[in-house]
């Protein structure tokens, strides 16, 4: 009996093994298989690969940063360059769910094609690895994986699962005709799920296709649709926002400040609740009365402590309400204040640069004007709304300004030319006195702030216990101090090359205190305006004051033309580029009052008749036309005024307007450079909407280059390039724009014949196969650490690519390791971005002593061939980053 029962404990435990094995097999699809692949799909793998990517998502939505001056994105999802930080973390969910497909899909026997559904995690795990794809930002390999679960799978919820992450997708890559054709699909279904969860998803997605191509009215209902089924609160904040701001973006101001008051009610984080209490503040409607409340809160949020980082939004919206109360003054000081406490929001900083702007161009204040369009265009994101528009806008006030401080300085230097050389001397030598007296008085601030910094650090680190010795950068105080220093010094200054250069593309600095905004004062006035012409650089001698003092009949009458050339260049950029006739007829008859025979009599007679008529003073218009059509009777203008058609018959005539343009360009020529001008002015009034008019413009501004000064050129070309941006015409006008940048930075020059070289040597192709290489000096670390470091990093981070570690010697004195290889440029320089942020990585190297660079595989040969570092470096410059 006891042997019996030996034998049936045995043969349990063969069949138990045998079962075991057998069920473990892929191509069986029995009641025993299916349950033994599901329960271990779904708790060895899927179970894992998904707390894996709900963690890391976790991490993305802690990090996000939301820029609340657009409207935010409706999911919180990573970009291009915070996804490589967390590459290792989604490649363990790829990599985990990869083996779960690959242990426990059923196929058929013969075919061995998978059987959907047999294994009810499969999907899941697809979708998973569809995820963590679009995650990492390799949204074709997550479109593709979602797409596969939709047409394999046949059950509602894997199909329309796939259809709305694919959606997501396709809204990401911009594909939005795809987007919108499986909305269609999924809205005329019949087997869509009705459970909240997908109702919810469906329309938060749908929401997000229309917030992405900007079709803002469509959000409305999805985004109401979507808050309604959501419960998840922080998820709910966010999704009311967006709608609030959708309402704000469509002008319905009552509904947007209706829903940002919901926001802070859902326990948003504390920058979005924040943001929806100032964008509240700012929709206030001053018909509606109680400024005073919300005054009174906005100054309560002033002196919270949790709101230091968020003073300068808070001044913003103050200066808004004082706006609208028309309180200009108010406004405007509280503009300088949010400027002073802006420190990192360099987005909030454009902004209140901007609506200081545009405060003094309302004004109109145009100096004012174009010093704050300058600081703004310092710190506004390229992509920004209105970019272009502020742009066009600056570089317009940057010209008028140009010509004003003309205007300005042939004045002064006309005043000084009829003086005594006494009285000429002791003006010189009190302008001289003023600067040495304010370069002390600031020389004593500097010394006064730097010891109370430093008494600051000192009280700090007694306190703290630290040491006094700590480096400079360690110390907030010191740091702060630095900074303060250098933005009174140098004002708001962009991160680039040449940034102490004044003249670069501005006509002045920002002006940061209203105070001291008297740009007219004929000292400084002479002094800035000098500095343009006179080699002399040292304002404290005289002869960079008197260097260009008319003193001959001569000079005066060359003094005379720059003024009369600048008078009619603000005039007209008045008329056309500004939209103020009122400054524009005041600048002409100026012109006319002070020069009545100048050159641009005719012209200014014409713009003023053409002027006052669009201004409907019919007095004024007839008093200019009667006066052109009596001192010029048989001119183009003449002709135009008594016969209205002339201009229309003219554009009709293309023999006329070729033979017109043949003879502009004769005069160009012969070196005729402002009748050519006037010429090309003539043409844009009466051939406007001739095919040759890109030659015209583009002419116009060769003869700006000839007759003005290369900031003048340089902007005439750049609107040539804007205003016919499909025309041939476009591309001589960036050529020449590149020849004046190089002219600006001559040491560019120098190397403008290696690269050529350089690019003849090496080809830059984009699809290609890649290697990412760091060259190292001999000697000059731990080579084998190194490489040890560098393997565990492609582990942790790069687990899914194929790519490998190698080392040569390049020459005697380097040694170089490549990493093989990378399918096109875009995926080496994610690998090249990935190992450069990683600051540890080149612990045990020196620093200095080491190159890293993306090659293709064609100029890997050439490279270790001719093994001309420095050469490579440059065309990697160049190509790459």
């Not at 047409?151 to 997501?168: C, H, T, V």
């Not at 919901?262 to 924040?274: I, K, T, W």
């Not at 930075?745 to 760091?774: G, H």
């Not at 994610?830 to 450069?836: A, G, L, Q, R």
């Amino acid at each position: 009996m006891k042997n019996k029962n030996h034998y049936y404990i045995k043969l349990s435990l063969f069949l138990f093994v045998t079962l075991l094995f057998s069920a473990c097999k892929t191509n069986k699809n029995t009641f025993i298989h299916r349950g033994w692949h599901n329960m271990t799909a779904r708790y060895n793998g899927y179970y894992y690969s998904n707390e894996n990517i709900k963690e890391t998502v976790k991490k993305v939505e802690k990090a996000n940063k939301d820029d609340f001056s657009r409207i935010i994105p409706l999911f919180i999802y990573t970009d291009n360059v915070s996804s490589k930080s967390y590459y290792s973390d989604f490649d363990k969910t790829i990599k985990k769910s990869s083996i779960v497909i690959q242990r426990h899909t059923i196929t058929e026997k013969k075919s061995k094609k998978e059987i959907p559904n047999a294994c009810k995690w499969i999907d899941d795990n697809y979708m998973l690895i569809g995820k963590a794809h679009f995650y990492k930002r390799d949204l074709f390999s997550a479109l593709e994986a979602f797409e596969y679960v939709a047409k394999i799978y046949p059950n509602p919820e894997s199909k329309y699962n796939g259809m709305l992450w694919s959606i997501r997708t396709n809204n990401e890559i911009g594909s939005f005709s795809l987007s919108e054709a499986s909305i269609d699909e999924i809205r005329n279904a019949t087997d869509f799920p009705t459970d909240r969860s997908f109702q919810r998803e469906l329309a938060a997605v749908t929401a997000d296709f229309y917030l992405k191509r900007a079709d803002y009215s469509p959000s409305i209902r999805q985004l109401t649709k979507a808050i309604a089924l959501t419960r998840n609160k922080p998820t709910k904040a966010r999704y009311t926002y967006v709608l609030a701001q959708v309402y704000e973006k469509l002008g319905d101001k009552q509904k947007a400040s209706q829903y940002y008051g919901m926001v802070p009610g859902l326990h948003p984080s504390y920058d979005m609740a924040f943001s929806a209490q100032i964008n509240r503040a700012k929709l206030y409607d001053i018909s509606s009365g109680g400024s005073k409340i919300i005054k009174k809160e906005l100054n309560k949020m002033l002196h919270d402590d949790k709101n230091i980082e968020f003073q300068d939004q808070i001044y913003y919206a103050l200066a808004d309400i004082a706006q609208k109360e028309h309180d200009i003054p108010l406004a405007l000081s509280y503009l300088g204040k949010s400027l002073k406490e802006s420190t990192s929001n360099n987005t909030q900083k454009a902004l209140s640069y901007l609506k200081r702007a545009d405060i003094y161009f309302e004004k109109p204040d145009y100096k004012n004007a174009q010093a704050n369009y300058d600081s703004t265009m310092t710190f506004l994101p390229k992509d920004y709304v209105d970019y272009a528009i502020i742009d066009e806008k600056k570089r317009s006030l940057t010209a008028l300004v140009t010509n004003l401080n003309v205007i300005s300085l042939e004045d002064s230097l006309q005043r000084m030319g009829k003086m005594t050389e006494k009285e000429r001397n002791a003006m010189v030598e009190k302008m001289i006195s003023k600067i040495e007296e304010d370069e002390k008085a600031k020389e004593e601030e500097r010394l006064n702030q730097n010891n109370n910094a430093q008494l600051n650090t000192t009280t700090t680190n007694t306190t703290s216990g630290e040491v006094s010795s700590a480096w400079y950068f360690y110390n907030p105080a010191t740091v702060s101090f630095g900074v303060g220093a250098f933005t009174k010094k140098w004002g708001a200054r962009k991160l680039e090359d040449n940034w102490r250069r004044s003249e670069k593309d501005m006509v002045g600095n920002a002006i940061n205190d209203d105070n001291n905004n008297d740009l007219s004062d004929s000292a400084q006035t002479l002094g800035a305006g000098t500095s343009l012409v006179s080699k002399t650089k040292n304002k404290k001698v005289k002869g960079f004051y008197l260097k260009n003092v008319p003193r001959t009949p001569d000079a005066f009458a060359k003094s005379d033309i720059k003024i009369v050339d600048a008078y009619y260049n603000v005039g007209s950029i008045y008329k056309e580029q500004l939209l103020n006739n009122q400054k524009s007829v005041e600048t002409f008859e100026e012109l006319l009052h002070r020069f009545p025979e100048n050159k641009y009599k005719l012209n200014s007679y014409y713009q003023l008749y053409r002027t006052y008529l669009a201004m409907e003073n019919q007095t004024k218009s007839d008093y200019y036309k009667n006066l052109l059509l009596k001192d010029y009777p048989d001119s183009d203008y003449a002709t135009i005024i008594k016969n209205p058609s002339y201009g229309a018959d003219i554009a009709a005539s293309k023999s006329q307007v070729e033979k017109f343009y043949t003879e502009t360009y004769q005069l160009y020529v012969e070196s005729n450079y402002l009748q050519a001008f006037e010429n090309c002015k003539k043409a844009d009034s009466i051939y406007s909407k001739n095919s040759l008019m890109p030659k015209f413009g583009f002419l116009k501004a060769l003869c700006i280059g000839r007759t003005q000064d290369i900031n003048a050129f340089e902007i005439a070309l750049t609107q040539v390039a804007v205003k016919y941006p499909k025309d041939p015409v476009k591309e001589k006008a960036i050529e020449m724009l590149e020849m004046i940048k190089k002219q600006k930075n001559p040491e560019k020059t120098a190397l403008a014949d290696t690269t050529v070289a350089i690019k003849v040597k090496f080809v830059f192709k984009e699809d290609a196969e890649y290697y990412c290489i760091i060259v190292i000096e001999n000697g000059k670390g731990d080579l084998n650490k190194f490489k040890t470091k560098l393997s565990d990093c492609n582990a942790e981070s790069f687990s899914t690519s194929d790519i490998s570690i190698s080392s040569i010697f390049l020459d005697i004195t380097h040694q170089m390791v490549s990493v093989k290889s990378f399918d096109g440029k875009v995926k080496a320089m994610d690998y090249f971005s990935v190992i450069n942020s990683k600051k540890d990585l080149f612990n045990d190297l020196e620093k200095g002593t080491y190159q890293t660079f993306v090659i293709s595989a064609e100029n890997y040969t050439v490279f270790y061939k001719d093994k001309n570092i420095s050469d490579y470096q440059q065309f990697f410059s160049q190509n790459f980053k």
